[in-house]
């Protein structure tokens, strides 16, 4: 193939397998709904999320709290509709930190090669020493907790994963013909990067942003729900989570509902990841 | 195989000099005197003072930096300021626990993993297959501090199958075993299913089944042989995962760790603890890896008879 | 009684509603000891003749819908699949395309060997590998022993052939089916396999079903030959007669079409057209479409096999039967 493939027609054809594909439907609409949440939880939410009653603690589910009520008498549904807001935010900074970070580290690392490449991708190796969410943990240790420390680590956590998968679409896309033709065309190396690699390397980050949506709010819920995140009394699902474990027995729906929110978003960025997966590369598919 | 062994171990000087470089920087990067960090706000002149001596803070940087490896690699992560103990013991103490249960969480997700992976492949779209898949698709969304929660909730306060609290014994382990395998045994199943669709399309099979081998023979021993290969990479990352993730599982279910020892450190300022505990758990990562790899060449003739 | 006997096997593939009628009533005979030639373009049938024989169509999506085959007198299609089994690998056996990916690359060739050895002779370890090595020792493995502690990876394609028929040899079987044996190998190579075939054919009386699509390679090695296109056989006759009087346009094209020496090529440009889409197959004769010398019948009926002259059959309206070429 020496001609980049055409951009619209393989956007018709990718919508028309991820519209086949119940799953990634499915993944789909929940999302929609997660963000149209976090968009509109000031005015869909029934109470104000930190309002409380401490007359009516820990109340089970009723028509008046349909989620029933928290440890200081707070309505949990409207606390979880504004923490779809927090987790969004946190989301979307972290994966915008990790993908312009990640991309670009791995676009000079494969598109120049040598030191530059093998510093980047040492680099990346020590970030990937700490396992999983422990990087995250040792970066807040480094910054201290917060929110903000909580999005600058889950995002600089997700940089490596960036890094190697742009990195790996750069190597085999600099051979092919229509990077030659651009060079002997006199592009010069942004022009190039920009123009031409990054483009044909969308595929896989996109993939990759969808699916990290979904590992960033588990990392940063689990951040929160250790304390080294958001802080109460902000509602944050993880922290809810957290504060909601003294009342396991006598209130289990106090930590059911936040962990059900955490679960069905995570499982609808995998889903529609999975099947953006699918439809963008159809090879993958088994 | 001696070669590949030793490229991988030259791979590590890199990143173990990183490791050490990024954990020695903690004291440096936190706002505040290194030494009164260490030796606790509240400690008198004279002990700050006998701190910073013997960890050379007055020193240039790479001076204290050689001084910290040197110290590590004796195994002197320095005095923990709110138990008055070396760091060297509790980290041991808390690592034991988590190896621990980190081993008897790989050794659950493995088995679920590979016998739900295998069974999946072989039955494509197959009723079991698509439970199976639905399964592994819940396990890698669940919240880890969440099913452990539910799991708690369950199976501790309803049914009294297993203690809420307390830990030493066998029986305390199951339940944050699983919780902290869950994913894993999701991740190991998924890439299962992937290796032996891939490998059950090859020509050996297509051989082996031609020269009239039984079918149970076929996937066992010719199949899975080969599509375990890709997969003991990823037991090795699951484990990785799980001994810098059991911190989750950890608090859920008050357990003495060393995600928990960190975490606490990190709360407390108790930062001799917690540089203690980033360089073992990493360190520990990065050795994992490494077996991993030479395990890997042992299943792959590819690689051991270079 | 010929040692295999096939009999209008139609077997089909079914995949999102569409019918592929990938054999579409294929009968032919193997006598003991015969080297038979099956030639065709890719995609004419002639790898799903012979994982049928195996009954090794992976089912779903492929399915023997109809038809017969006897080996020995005994009907295959109707064994219970653990009788099936113990017919492959000892009765019948296969050798591929791809030598480099045919052989498990986990394993030792000798275990490989030993495994199938042990499995159809009932013999116990140690004499199983010695069986081995000295079926890799008859197919003039040098330092056989050495060899048979090899993992595929360490051996060149040309040995890992050899290996291959080492291993479908070592139980001693009736018929070997070779699936474009040499395709995959250098020209040189492919000279040595294919003596190596005829010696063994030789030595060990094992009648071959040797599918190519290489017609120097057909001239070569066969007895008699069947030339099929889109599912079904359209002319089988002796070596000497089909290569001296084809009967059929498109065996004529086929010939016609013999690529200068070295040079590889499955398509036929000589023939104008393409092979049609089997899963809705042209009305009658299946090459009509492609044909030049077509006429009135070609689009409405399927020609049956005629003889033409002794043990040489064709299927075309070109030649009604006891008729003479119109």
């Known amino acids: ?286 | 195989m001696i070669r590949y062994i030793l490229k991988r171990l030259a791979m590590l000087v890199p990143v173990l000099f990183g490791v050490t470089l990024v954990s020695f920087s903690l004291l440096q990067i936190v706002p505040g005197d290194p030494a009164v960090l260490l030796a606790g706000e509240d400690a008198n002149p004279d002990f700050i003072e006998a701190v910073r001596k013997e960890y050379g803070f007055d020193q240039p940087l790479h001076v204290q930096y050689l001084r910290f490896v040197a110290r590590a690699v004796q195994g002197d992560f320095g005095i923990s300021i709110r138990n008055r103990q070396p760091v060297i013991h509790l980290l041991l103490q808390r690592f034991s626990f988590t190896v621990q249960l980190s081993f008897l969480s790989i050794l659950i997700a493995a088995a679920i993993g590979l016998i739900a992976g295998v069974i999946s492949a072989t039955r494509q779209y197959s009723i079991f297959d698509h439970a199976s898949m639905v399964g592994a698709l819940f396990g890698i969304s669940l919240p880890i501090f969440w099913l452990g929660l539910l799991l708690m909730l369950v199976f501790s306060v309803h049914l009294r199958w297993f203690p809420a609290g307390g830990s030493g014994e066998l029986r305390h382990l199951v339940l944050p075993a699983i919780a902290l395998g869950a994913a894993s045994a999701a991740v190991i199943a998924r890439m299962t299913r992937a290796s032996m669709l891939e490998v059950i399309r090859q020509d050996y099979i297509r051989t082996a089944r031609a020269n009239g081998l039984r079918e149970t023979v076929v996937i066992y021993k010719h199949a899975l042989k080969n599509a375990m290969i890709p997969v003991i990479t990823v037991f090795g990352l699951e484990f990785g995962y799980m001994l810098g993730g059991a911190v989750l599982t950890e608090t859920v279910f008050s357990l003495p760790g060393v995600g928990r020892l960190m975490v606490e450190g990190i709360f407390q300022r108790d930062y001799a603890v917690v540089q203690g505990a980033m360089l073992l758990v990493a360190t520990t990562f990065v050795l994992v890896n490494l077996l991993t790899d030479i395990a890997y060449a042992l299943f792959d003739p590819k690689i051991r008879y270079e | 009684m010929p040692l295999l006997s096939v009999r209008d096997l139609r077997t089909h593939f079914f995949s999102a509603g569409k019918v592929v009628r990938a054999l579409d009533g294929v009968s032919f005979d193997i006598a003991e000891g015969e080297i038979f030639g099956i030639v065709g373009e890719t995609g004419c049938g002639k790898s799903v003749t012979a994982l049928s024989i195996l009954r090794l169509i992976p089912f779903p999506p492929g399915k023997i819908v109809s038809g017969s085959i006897r080996f020995k007198g005994t009907e295959l299609l109707e064994l219970p699949p653990e009788r099936m089994r113990s017919f492959r690998g000892k009765e019948i056996s296969m050798i591929f395309q791809e030598p480099m990916t045919s052989l498990n690359p986990v394993f030792r060739v000798g275990d490989q060997m030993r495994e199938v050895i042990a499995l159809h002779q009932g013999l116990g370890r140690e004499e199983a590998w010695k069986a081995a090595v000295a079926m890799l020792a008859r197919v003039r493995i040098p330092e056989a022993e050495k060899i048979a502690r090899c993992y595929p990876h360490q051996l060149s394609g040309g040995m890992r052939q050899r290996v291959m028929i080492a291993m479908e040899l070592s139980c001693r079987p009736a018929l070997l089916i070779a699936d474009e044996p040499t395709t995959a190998l250098d020209v040189t190579i492919q000279a040595q396999i294919l003596e190596l075939l005829r010696q063994m054919r030789r030595e060990l009386g094992t009648a071959i079903l040797l599918i190519t699509h290489d017609l120097g390679v057909v001239a070569q090695m066969c007895d008699r030959v069947a030339v099929m296109y889109a599912g079904g056989i359209v002319e089988e006759a002796g070596v000497v007669g089909i290569f001296e009087a084809p009967r059929h346009p498109y065996t004529q094209g086929l010939w016609g079409a013999i690529p200068p020496a070295e040079e590889e090529r499955e398509t036929l440009a000589v023939i104008p057209g393409t092979v049609p889409d089997l899963s809705q197959p042209p009305a009658g004769c299946p090459f009509h479409p492609r044909c030049g010398r077509r006429f009135e019948p070609c689009d409405r009926e399927r020609p049956a096999m005629r003889a033409v002259a002794p043990g040489h059959r064709v299927a075309c309206h070109l030649y009604p039967e006891g008729g003479v070429p119109s």
């Open chain 1, 1 to 286: 193939m020496s001609e980049p493939p055409a951009r619209t027609s393989q956007a018709a054809e990718v919508w028309r397998r991820l519209k086949r594909n119940r799953a990634a439907l499915a993944g789909g609409a929940i999302v929609a709904v997660f963000v149209f949440t976090a968009l509109f939880a000031p005015w869909i939410a029934p109470h104000a999320p930190d309002a409380g009653d401490l007359g009516r603690r820990l109340e089970p589910p009723s028509a008046e709290h349909w989620l029933g009520t928290d440890e200081l008498g707070r309505d949990i549904f409207s606390r979880i509709l504004h923490g779809a807001r927090v987790s969004l935010q946190i989301q979307l900074v972290a994966v915008l930190i990790a993908l312009v970070a990640g991309c670009l580290l791995g676009l000079l690392g494969g598109y120049y090669g040598g030191w530059a490449d093998h510093g980047i991708m040492r680099a990346m190796d020590i970030l990937l020493a700490f396992p999983g969410i422990f990087l995250a943990i040792s970066i807040i240790a480094v910054l201290g907790p917060g929110l903000l420390n909580l999005m600058l680590a889950a995002g600089i956590y997700s940089i490596p994963q960036f890094a190697r998968i742009v990195r790996g679409s750069i190597l085999s896309l600099k051979e092919k013909e229509f990077v030659e033709a651009a060079r002997a065309a006199g592009e010069g190396d942004a022009s190039i990067l920009f123009r031409h690699l990054l483009p044909n390397a969308m595929a896989p980050i996109i993939i990759q942003t969808t699916l990290r949506m979904a590992t960033v709010l588990l990392t940063a819920s689990g951040l929160s729900f250790l304390g080294l995140g958001v802080q109460p009394p902000h509602p944050e699902w993880g922290a809810m989570l957290s504060n909601a474990r003294p009342y396991l027995i006598t209130a289990p729906h106090v930590a059911t509902f936040p962990g059900l929110a955490i679960m069905l978003v995570v499982m609808g960025f995998n889903l529609f990841g999975d099947g953006l997966r699918d439809s963008l590369d159809p090879r993958l598919k088994d």
